[in-house]
């Protein structure tokens, strides 16, 4: 599975950034995607997952309301709407996958494939 992550910039606090991730190679309806962040000398944060197939989520307490994680399989691709943007949620967002969903998969370590990183700044 190769995973390639696009769509960050620099935006003003309050402002909207819609990220998109081009998924290829062999999937399964089970597969969970995911997006974390990470900035400079810190952990990758975990942000939200979806399950490849169906509507299943979840999203992270510090981006709930505010961001919604999707995904177009006719286009094999995987999204994050961010809204209502704040400066302390500049980083560099990576897409991910694992084969096999589960609510439980909020770690780095338990998805198997990465993106490379999209750098997001929200600053006036």
């Known amino acids: 599975v190769q995973l390639q992550a696009s769509g960050g910039g620099l935006v003003q606090p309050g402002a909207s950034l819609r990220l998109s991730c081009a998924v290829s190679g062999r999937t399964s309806n089970n597969y969970g995607m995911a997006w974390f962040r990470q900035t400079p000398g810190k952990e990758r944060e975990f942000v939200a997952a979806?399950?490849?197939?169906?509507?299943?989520?979840i999203v992270a307490d510090s981006v709930k309301g505010r961001f919604t994680i999707s995904t177009d399989r006719a286009k094999n691709t995987l999204y994050l709407q961010m809204n209502s943007l704040k400066p302390e949620d500049t980083a560099a967002y990576f897409c991910?996958?694992?084969?096999?969903?589960?609510?439980?998969?909020?770690?780095?370590?338990?998805?198997?494939?990465w993106g490379q990183g999209t750098l997001v700044t929200v600053s006036s």
């Open positions: 991910a996958a694992r084969s096999g969903w589960t609510t439980r998969a909020s770690k780095a370590y338990e998805y198997n494939y």
């Open positions: 979806i399950k490849w197939a169906g509507s299943l989520t």
